[in-house]
T-cell receptor
């Protein structure tokens, strides 16, 4: 398996533009998580899905952020309109509830570094 | 915020020395995990310790957990330059599946 695949790896955009980040989780994983990482706030959970259904979106900063998971192999995180304070690294991670440990062991993608000018 | 705290925030050691990082958390937990993040990369799972365990080993890694003090430590023995990275603890609260991450310890191992 190629692991969790995220695109784009880097995105530079201007304030007000729409940004779409993409994620392909590991095949067979039934949970998908979107995290945001900044120096000031560390890693923040934005939203997570179980079997393509959003379970908890309480970490989504505001209505400008939305996430979808139309099928088991694809998820998007959209920011519209983008603002400079959205600049961060956005990580997608997936996990399998049937992990031998019974715990939520995450496999992360390489991240999408977003810069909003 | 229920976010965990690691200390120190940064640690610089010579190759061959041991590195110890600590994590404190605020809630009851099911398990605690440690992840490593190399610069510009995603996080990688290192080791997991359950709430009913006190110590766990994996290669050069040793993790301890003290649930009465709500703290954990990660020891890396005989450090190598390749261990240079940021290390994060992460935990699930009782009854919860989502992970909360600490702010991390940045480890620099000098050759």
């Amino acid at each position: 398996d190629a692991g969790v695949i995220q695109s784009p790896r880097h995105e530079v955009t201007e304030m007000g533009q729409e940004v779409t980040l993409r994620c392909k989780p590991i095949s067979g994983h039934d949970y998908l998580f979107w995290y945001r990482q900044t120096m000031m706030r560390g890693l923040e959970l934005l939203i997570y899905f179980n079997n393509n259904v959003p379970i908890d979106d309480s970490g989504m900063p505001e209505d400008r952020f939305s996430a979808k998971m139309p099928n088991a192999s694809f998820s998007t995180l959209k920011i519209q309109p983008s603002e400079p304070r959205d600049s961060a690294v956005y990580f997608c991670a997936s996990s399998n509830r049937a992990h031998p440990s019974g715990a939520n062991v995450l496999t992360f993608g390489a991240g999408s570094r977003l810069t909003v000018l | 915020s229920q976010q965990g705290e690691e200390d120190p925030q940064a640690l610089s050691i010579q190759e061959g020395e041991n590195a110890t990082m600590n994590c404190s958390y605020k809630t009851s937990i099911n398990n605690l995990q440690w992840y490593r993040q190399n610069s510009g990369r995603g996080l990688v799972h290192l080791i997991l310790i359950r709430s009913n365990e006190r110590e766990k080993h994996s290669g050069r890694l040793r993790v301890t957990l003290d649930t009465s003090k709500k703290s954990s430590s990660l020891l890396i023995t005989a450090s190598r330059a390749a261990d240079t990275a940021s290390y994060f603890c992460a935990y699930s609260g009782a009854g919860s599946y989502q992970l909360t991450f600490g702010k991390g310890t940045k480890l620099s191992v000098i050759p």
